[in-house]
């Protein structure tokens, strides 16, 4: 069964640099054709593709973020990361980690428990 | 980029009662379309795929139709662990967005 976990800082400052990471355990990153996404939720609303990288390292980025926005990944620690510049009070939202597999497009099958991140002084 | 509207915004429904939710897209998404339970405090859970696929465990009771622009999610029979929030989602070019939810609540 896989299971993905978020860590990092529930704080960051405005105009500093969100950094969060995703471990991923059950399965190997590296195995397999998926999609590894973040994707985020402000307090009672809805869901933001944030974006993802593919099983061969290639990224795709939300075009609404997409300056901002970096994701990484570490396959010796079976981790993908997530970097989000210049963050402001918007950035302020539960983020979660996804696992995303093609069936004709990308769907979400396993999904981290999330982790709530606030971007305040 | 595409919409997607869901609706109602908020449903109200007894348990035993059939459940119809609707996911409209502002172009044709063909039959690229998801859906996905959240219950409050939870990550997303995924319930249909390709707009009628269910997903691994998901019962019976939900299914999914539609094609182009128009998408409906049906539970035959509401049991009290589906009142939640439901979205749908679907893919843009290499871009991913989901609709604004319909809140399926006990009346």
């Known amino acids: 069964q896989v299971q993905l976990q978020e860590s990092g800082p529930g704080l960051v400052k405005p105009s500093q640099t969100l950094s969060l990471t995703c471990t991923v355990s059950?399965?190997?990153?590296?195995?397999?054709?998926?999609?590894w996404s973040w994707i985020r939720q402000p307090a009672g609303k809805g869901l933001e593709w944030i974006g993802r990288?593919?099983?061969?390292?290639?990224?795709n980025y939300n075009p609404s973020l997409k300056s901002r926005v970096t994701i990484s990944v570490d396959t010796s620690k079976n981790q993908f990361s997530l970097k989000l510049s210049s963050v402001t009070a918007a950035d302020t939202a539960v983020y979660y980690c996804?696992?995303?597999?093609?069936?004709?497009?990308?769907?979400?099958?396993?999904w981290g428990q999330g982790t709530l991140v606030t971007v305040s002084s | 980029e595409i919409v997607l509207t869901q609706s109602p915004a908020t449903l109200s429904l007894s348990p035993g009662e059939r459940a119809t939710l609707s996911c409209r897209a502002s172009q044709s998404v063909s039959s690229y379309l998801a859906w996905y339970q959240q219950k409050p405090g939870q990550a997303p859970r995924l319930l249909i795929y390709d707009a009628s696929n269910r997903a691994t465990g998901i019962p019976a009771r939900f299914s999914g139709s539609g094609s182009g622009t128009d998408f409906t999610l049906t539970i035959s029979s509401l049991e009290p662990e589906d009142f939640a929030v439901y979205y749908c989602?679907?893919?843009?070019?290499?871009?991913?967005?989901f609709g604004q939810g319909t809140k399926l609540e006990i009346k």
């Open positions: 989602q679907q893919r843009s070019n290499w871009s991913y967005t």
């Open positions: 059950g399965g190997s990153i590296s195995s397999g054709s998926y999609y």
């Open positions: 990288i593919y099983t061969s390292g290639s990224t």
């Open positions: 996804a696992r995303g597999f093609w069936s004709g497009s990308v769907y979400f099958d396993y």
